[in-house]
Structures are given as C-alpha cells and as structure tokens.
C-alpha cells in the first residue's frame, strides 16, 4: 500500500520562512503527482492552498508557494504569520487515486 | 457561490451501516467529481472515495481509497443536486468527522463544514 510522508511537526518564528515536504513510498514526487496542499484548523474543514504542484488559489496569501525540492512536493511559507499555526497535508495523485499525507502540525511560536 | 453541507445521523450502532448526505448549492453536479474525505479524532485526512458526473456524454464512475473499498459506496441524486456516502459494517474505528468535496480539475476547491458520526452501542 503506498503511503505519502510528511514531517510529523514543525516549529518556525513569526516572519520567519519553513518549508514542509512530502514523499511518496513508491519513488520521486514529480509533476504527473499533481501534488495539493491544505491548511486544517481544529473545528474547521480542511482550506485548499497549492494544487498541481504550484498554482495558488484566489483566496491562497502569496506567502505560501508549491514546488518540487528534490524527489518530493514542498510548501513554504515565508513571513509566517501566527494565524499560519494550523495542520498541513498534502495529496498526491495516483492514477485515478489519490492519498493524503499524514500531515505536518506546523507551530508558530 | 457553490457551498455544500453534509447531513445524516451523528450516531450509529456498530454492525450498522452510516449513512450522510451533501447538499450542493449554487451550482451542478454535472462535470465535476464528489467525494468524501473523513479525519478521526486526533488523526489525520483520509480520502474515502468519489463519484464522477461527466460534462458531457459518459459513464458516471467512482473511485474508493483502499481502506474503504470495500465498505463503502458513493451515489448521486442528481434529480435533488446531491450527492450519498454509505459505510457499512462501522465499528468504533469509522468515529470521525465527516467532509464532502468537490474535485474541480485536479483541486479540491469547496468543502462541507463537516458532520461529526459517533459509532457506539
């Protein structure tokens, strides 16, 4: 079973830049991956940010930006702001399938 | 404005099937994929399946996440703009809240607010 990994947590400074990353069991993330990314806060549903690998929606802050860094999918944030602190998970696709990242609990502090 | 709210029971027996219902506003069914997506309490999203409603001339057709293939079916009521999920045979592992989607192109761009289904005897 194919499983998609990101860092468990990460921790950055107020308008400092991080970057969160996601992997694939079965080989390098590239851009037939369509890689998304969301942002998920406690009692909310989960907010679209990135989809297919760097494309922002109308209502995604230009701070956050999509690429490939190596053989994964990244997000990077820069001048975090402290309403940033939330859960990030990517989705990749697999075929006709598609799986979600166990997510990265990003804490800003 | 397209929105979706998720409706059905917040309580069900285990052995029992769940059942939760999307109501799509401001827009058609037609020419996108709905699917659900649920996160148990304290863990991450899991993908559960969805349904795809061609533009044009098609077959509807569905595509489920591996944990849930075979327990759960998702359907359209297209004469009522909504879309089902079914889950059979829940045990406590399936408590979790529940979200329906839109897949528009390769985005997931609306959300449900999310339904909240409670496994207990």
């Known amino acids: 079973q194919t499983v998609v990994t990101q860092e468990p947590s990460l921790t950055v400074s107020p308008g400092g830049t991080v970057t969160l990353t996601c992997g694939s069991s079965t080989g390098a993330v590239t851009s037939s991956s369509y890689s998304n990314w969301f942002q998920k806060k406690p009692g909310q549903a989960p907010r679209a940010l990135i989809y297919t690998t760097s494309n922002r929606h109308s209502w995604t802050p230009a701070r956050f930006s999509g690429s490939l860094l190596g053989d994964k999918a990244a997000l990077t944030l820069s001048d975090v702001q402290p309403e940033d602190e939330a859960e990030y998970y990517c989705l990749l696709y697999f075929g006709a399938a598609v799986i979600f990242g166990g997510g990265t609990k990003l804490t800003v502090l | 404005q397209v929105q979706l709210q998720e409706s059905g029971p917040g309580l069900v027996k285990p052995s029992e099937t769940l059942s939760l219902t999307c109501t799509v506003s401001g827009g058609s069914l037609r020419g996108y994929y709905w699917g659900w997506v649920r996160q148990p309490p304290g863990k991450g999203l899991e993908w559960i399946g969805y349904v795809y409603y061609p533009a044009s001339m098609g077959s509807i057709s569905n595509n489920y996440g591996f944990s849930l293939k075979t327990r759960a079916t998702i359907s359209l009521d297209r004469s009522n703009n909504r879309f089902s999920l079914e889950v059979r045979s829940v045990t406590a592992a399936d408590t979790a809240f529940y979200y329906c989607?839109?897949?528009?192109?390769?985005?997931?761009?609306?959300w449900g607010q999310g339904a909240l289904v409670t496994v207990s005897s």
């Open positions: 989607t839109r897949r528009s192109g390769r985005t997931f761009d609306h």
